[in-house]
């Protein structure tokens, strides 16, 4: 029997594959860890709805991935695919997560704000974090706060896409700029539980994170291997948020940091530091974990005997 599973994380910005062997003393061995940025959610901050050349790009890329696990005899009952943020905010993100399961035979389900929370703090878990630790995931489209002691399972639509589109899009109506983009993610952190993180250790999950690790360790080239476990001063999001902000999109490609991530990250950095603000964090340690890790392992938990 085929020891694999596979878990597909699609996002507002990325979608990723996650596939992993299940060894014998349980243990999740990586096989593959694929990422893609067809951006499904492009417009939706706008419209409401899908735009149907990102609907193209998400199906060409989730056919890909469908025809990866095929060819690796992956069983269908150790896989597991979820839509996020875009798909719970779009008016036809359900007939999206229908069609692919029609066209592709992929398990598409729509993840609950709070499941998402949840599976990234379980995807830390994995990596022997406490359940102490307080996990950032800042995405495209929503940032996701989960503590396991506290009981935290935090979820705004605040998201490096979703506020790129709304304050620092090319429309004539974009409201203000940086600043009123800040102002904006510190506005809807203020549900957040203030200064919790006091005396626990804070963890970044996702691109953003990683993206910021590159930054700060002043690397040649984007290397997120070189990112993991970073440690950053939380000044570091807000301060190097402001100095992409006023940068070219031409000049930050030059950066060490993902060139598709480029055009969101400023506003991906600022929805970091209004949640680190909020929590009254110190330091924040940067991980390349992510949800797709905790779907993981949520499927081999599942498993006779997991």
Do not use: K
């Amino acid at each position: 029997m085929s020891t694999l599973l596979a878990a597909i994380d699609l996002g507002t910005n990325t979608i990723l594959l996650h596939i992993a062997r299940l060894a014998p003393d349980g243990r999740l061995e990586v096989v593959e860890d694929i990422c893609r940025t067809p951006r499904l959610g492009a417009g939706l901050a706008h419209s409401g709805a899908l735009d149907h050349a990102a609907r193209g790009r998400a199906m060409e890329v989730l056919g890909a991935y469908a025809r990866r696990i095929e060819q690796l005899g992956v069983p269908a009952t150790r896989v597991r695919a979820v839509g996020t943020a875009c798909l719970r905010q779009a008016r036809d993100g359900a007939e999206f997560a229908a069609e692919v399961r029609a066209r592709l035979g992929l398990p598409l389900e729509v993840l609950s704000a709070e499941d998402e929370a949840r599976l990234s703090a379980l995807a830390v878990r994995g990596a022997g974090v406490d359940e102490r630790c307080l996990v950032v995931d800042v995405g495209g489209g929503s940032t996701e706060v989960a503590c396991e002691e506290l009981g935290l399972r935090w979820s705004r639509p605040i998201g490096a896409v979703l506020l790129s589109e709304t304050y620092l899009g090319a429309a004539p109506h974009a409201p203000g700029g940086y600043p009123a983009l800040e102002q904006h993610a510190r506005g809807e952190c203020s549900s957040l539980p203030q200064g919790v993180a006091r005396g626990r250790e804070v963890v970044a999950v996702g691109g953003t994170g990683v993206n910021l690790a590159s930054l700060h360790l002043g690397l040649t080239r984007f290397d997120p291997l070189l990112a993991e476990g970073c440690r950053i001063p939380v000044e570091a999001a807000g301060r190097l948020g402001r100095v992409l902000a006023a940068e070219s999109l031409q000049a930050r490609r030059l950066r060490p940091i993902e060139s598709e991530r480029a055009e969101i990250l400023p506003a991906g950095l600022a929805c970091l530091a209004a949640v680190l603000e909020r929590l009254a964090a110190q330091t924040i340690r940067t991980t390349t974990r992510g949800l797709r890790h905790g779907l993981a392992l949520e499927i081999a938990h599942a498993l006779p005997g997991g």
